[in-house]
Structure formats: C-alpha cells, structure tokens
C-alpha cells in the first residue's frame, strides 16, 4: 500500500513537471535536457538519447545524450526507416526491446554509440498533433523488463514534450529566420554605401568602376576596418566638403 502511494506521488510530481516545462518558454536546447531530465527519472536509465527529425532532409538527427557524445550532437544522423530508431520515426509507435537489443533485425549499429552495446532498449516517438517531433532511446546495461507503466510514463513524456519541443523548434527557426533578414538587410545596406563611395572615387580620382572598388577593398584591408566603415568615411568626407563649398562668403 505504502509502495503504491509513493508511486502514485511520484506519478503525480511527474506530471507537474511535465505540465510547468510544457507552460515555460524555454528553447530547443533547453527543452531537450528536460526530456532527458524526465526520461532518467521515469526509467533510471544507464543511458538516453534524444534525436529531432529534420523534415527539410527526411532524417533523424541526435541532439542531445545524457552519456558525453560532443563530436556525435548534430552530426549522427539516420534516415526514417533506418534501424529501430527509424522505424519508430516511421510508425510513431513504441519499441520495447527487454534483452538482446542488438539482435532485432531492425538494429543499426552505429560503433561511436556505446549505447548500442546494451542489453535493453525502448525507443518512443516525440510527436506533436500526429507530427514527428523527434525520438527518445533510452538504454539499460542489462536485461529489463519494461513495465506497462514505465511505457505509458514515457509516450506520456513524447506526446507532451513533442507539443513543447515543436514550439520551441517553430521559435527557434523564427530567430533564423529574423537573424537571415537582418544579415540580408546588412548585406544590402552595406552593398549600397560602397557603391556610392565607389562611385565618388571614380568621380574624383577618374577611375574605373573595378580600380575604386580594389582600393576601397585594399585600403579596408590595410586598415584593418570594415569595407562599410571605410566607405562611409569616404561619403562624410565628400559631403563635407560640399558644405563647405556650398556655404557663401559674408
């Protein structure tokens, strides 16, 4: 009775954290080690890894691992349908393999991933309204048997969190997406000031288009100043002295 509680609390704690993580405004890579944050409480693993599908390449890319995996985040990549973690991205159902992980005809082994050397292995869809979101694989160095309620805890957490983790990755390429515009903005802004310079010391030195852009590029690399910088010095200085031509004797 006193196990049964204690679980029943546990249970409940999880689903107040779920519930506040789902209501924060946290970012991707925030909410990715929450999700590995939840999946180790839920199921002491001996390891996790969380992969987030790239729509734009139809493949699933590792994010995030609680085991230090640096040169693998972002680079370790499978396509939908490739092993059982492809499989899992292509059905959006739960595998739950108790023993000999390895031997699933759906395996792909990947050497740089200690992980796949485990005994057991669940692999549970991140999903959002039906959308794949991502995958979380959670390992145990030794046979396990994975309760019904260890399972329903975790597509709990890939149902939730995929919600949680498709707005911050719709927020997350917003930012690309503004950052684009404005470096695009830069880019023209800066295309416009070094064409008028150019077009000043052409005026004043007679030179071809191609000479005033090379000494705007040398003298910007001699200087060691922005290219922007330079021609816009070069546009004060003729305004400059155009004022002081412009200004009529007393």
């Given at each position: 009775m006193v196990a049964e509680m204690e679980t029943d609390t546990s249970q409940v704690d999880l689903l107040h954290r779920v519930s506040s993580i789902v209501a924060s405004e946290l970012n991707m890579d925030e909410m990715l080690g929450e999700v590995l944050g939840l999946t180790v409480q839920v199921t002491s693993c001996d390891a996790c890894l969380v992969y987030i599908f790239e729509p734009e390449t139809g493949?699933?890319?590792?994010?995030?691992?609680?085991?230090?995996?640096?040169?693998?985040?972002?680079?370790?990549?499978?396509?939908?349908?490739?092993?059982?973690?492809?499989?899992?991205?292509?059905?959006?159902?739960?595998?739950?393999?108790?023993s000999k992980a390895s031997q699933d005809e759906r395996f792909k082994r990947f050497p740089v991933l200690i992980e796949d050397t485990y005994e057991a292995f669940v692999s549970v869809p991140l999903t959002s309204g039906g959308e794949l979101i991502g995958i979380i694989n959670v390992h145990h160095r030794k046979s396990r048997k994975h309760s019904p309620d260890e399972l329903s805890l975790l597509a709990f957490i890939g149902e939730q969190m995929g919600g949680a983790m498709s707005r911050a990755k719709l927020e997350e390429e917003?930012?690309?997406?503004?950052?684009?515009?404005?470096?695009?903005?830069?880019?023209?802004?800066?295309?416009?000031?070094?064409?008028?310079?150019?077009?000043?010391?052409?005026?004043?030195?007679?030179?071809t288009?191609?000479?005033?852009?090379?000494?705007?590029?040398?003298?910007?690399?001699?200087?060691?100043?922005?290219?922007?910088?330079?021609?816009?010095?070069?546009?004060?200085?003729?305004?400059?002295?155009?004022?002081?031509?412009?200004?009529?004797?007393?």
């Amino acid at each position: 009775m006193v196990a049964e509680m204690e679980t029943d609390t546990s249970q409940v704690d999880l689903l107040h954290r779920v519930s506040s993580i789902v209501a924060s405004e946290l970012n991707m890579d925030e909410m990715l080690g929450e999700v590995l944050g939840l999946t180790v409480q839920v199921t002491s693993c001996d390891a996790c890894l969380v992969y987030i599908f790239e729509p734009e390449t139809g493949e699933i890319v590792l994010r995030a691992s609680q085991l230090p995996h640096a040169s693998e985040l972002g680079v370790l990549r499978m396509k939908v349908g490739e092993g059982v973690t492809g499989w899992v991205a292509e059905h959006k159902s739960v595998v739950a393999l108790s023993s000999k992980a390895s031997q699933d005809e759906r395996f792909k082994r990947f050497p740089v991933l200690i992980e796949d050397t485990y005994e057991a292995f669940v692999s549970v869809p991140l999903t959002s309204g039906g959308e794949l979101i991502g995958i979380i694989n959670v390992h145990h160095r030794k046979s396990r048997k994975h309760s019904p309620d260890e399972l329903s805890l975790l597509a709990f957490i890939g149902e939730q969190m995929g919600g949680a983790m498709s707005r911050a990755k719709l927020e997350e390429e917003n930012a690309r997406l503004q950052e684009e515009t404005a470096e695009l903005k830069r880019e023209l802004e800066t295309r416009k000031v070094v064409e008028r310079a150019k077009g000043i010391l052409q005026r004043n030195h007679g030179l071809t288009e191609e000479e005033a852009y090379l000494r705007l590029r040398n003298e910007s690399r001699r200087m060691r100043r922005p290219m922007k910088d330079l021609a816009e010095a070069i546009i004060l200085a003729e305004e400059l002295n155009r004022k002081r031509f412009d200004v009529a004797p007393e």
